[in-house]
């Protein structure tokens, strides 16, 4: 079974401009997570959605937005990119309530 | 709101020797706690995890015993190995709002 695929792997950004990342859950899973880890401020939650509905979404800025498709893949976008915007962006996958989700390798943006 | 404290490292071991990391919880519900391990440049993945009181979560050696009492759920291992070097993170999910609430992370290096 494919695990959790997020793309792109790496991403240099300039200030002020706009990013899309991807993420494609486990096959079955319908519950996508989205989090930012940086060294400061650690693993934080940014949105989750469940069938296309986001249920829950983080203190963060309105620059962050998400979505869901029908095929259950998920992109996030960061819009106005600020230096403090580089980080490591997680995605997670679960089948609903969050008793297991597995986590993709990540996206790392660097803002310049 | 849900929180979780883990003990701060960085912690520095010698191969075979007992690791202990202790992780407590503040939780409004009645949450399902969890264990994640990240190596170099990857994701999270799931170590255990304990959905009730008095549960064991075990894994690779790896345990962690859910304890309502005292609010924690500290990971231990008999018998380190170099390939345990890590970050090791605690997490609950209260299947409420749907998202993981992280501990800070404690980096576990294991020395030959």
């Known amino acids: 079974k494919a695990g959790v695929t997020q793309t792109p792997r790496y991403l240099i950004k300039t200030r002020g401009q706009q990013v899309t990342l991807s993420c494609s859950p486990i096959s079955g899973h319908r519950s996508v997570s989205w989090y930012q880890q940086t060294p400061g401020q650690g693993l934080q939650f940014l949105f989750e959605?469940?069938?296309?509905?986001?249920?829950n979404k983080g203190n963060f800025p309105g620059r962050f937005s998400g979505r869901q498709f029908s095929n259950s893949r998920s992109e996030m976008n960061v819009s106005t990119l600020e230096l403090g915007d580089s980080a490591l962006y997680l995605c997670a996958s679960s089948p609903d309530s969050l008793l297991e989700a597995f986590f993709g390798q990540g996206t790392r943006l660097t803002v310049v | 709101g849900n929180s979780v404290t883990q003990m701060e490292g960085p912690v520095t071991l010698s191969e075979e020797a007992f690791l202990t990391i202790n992780c407590t919880y503040t939780a409004t519900g009645y949450p399902s706690l969890f264990w994640y391990v990240q190596y170099p440049g990857e994701g999270l993945q799931l170590l255990l995890k304990?959905?009730?009181?008095?549960d064991k979560g075990s894994n690779k050696g790896f345990e962690a015993t859910y304890r309502k009492e005292t609010t924690s759920f500290h990971l231990e291992k008999g018998s380190v190995q170099v390939s345990d070097s890590a970050v090791y993170f605690c997490?609950?999910?209260?299947?409420?709002?749907?998202?993981?609430?992280f501990g800070a992370g404690t980096t576990v290096t294991v020395r030959a």
């Open positions: 304990a959905t009730k009181a008095d």
């Open positions: 959605y469940f069938s296309e509905t986001q249920r």
């Open positions: 997490a609950l999910s209260d299947r409420v709002d749907y998202k993981l609430s």
